[in-house]
């Protein structure tokens, strides 16, 4: 019923930037918090920023100052511009998503697939 579908991840050199970019698809739900986690291999996956229903917004200490998360409410969308880029920032990043519908008889996690993200000179 419900597929968070992520883009906007490639091969970026240190020090630039890319945009991620996750859309809830569906119908007949309502989108909370969203955010974005990451997964280096051989690591554990992280909250890299996240976004509350009403504006607020945390983040990792190795991104402060660099990521950006937003969302477009309109279209269940949400965002994180990434800048300043770091080799080790190099990891699958995931959209995750708190959804719920009137349908269903609680509120459910969403996760996408992942997009990869590679920063290397």
């Known amino acids: 019923q419900v597929q968070l579908v992520e883009s906007g991840g490639g091969l970026v050199q240190p020090g630039g930037s890319l945009k991620l970019s996750c859309a809830a698809s569906g119908s007949a739900f309502s989108v909370a918090d969203m955010a974005w986690y990451r997964q280096a291999p051989g690591k554990q996956r992280e909250l890299v920023e996240a976004?509350?229903?009403?504006?607020?917004?945390n983040y990792a200490d190795s991104v402060k100052g660099r990521f950006t998360i937003s969302r477009d409410n309109a279209k269940k969308t949400v965002y994180l511009q990434m800048n300043s880029l770091k080799p080790e920032d190099t990891a699958l990043y995931y959209c995750n998503a708190r959804i719920s519908s009137d349908t269903w008889p609680r509120d459910y996690a969403f996760w996408g697939q992942g997009t990869q993200v590679t920063v290397s000179s």
């Open positions: 976004v509350t229903t009403g504006g607020s917004t």
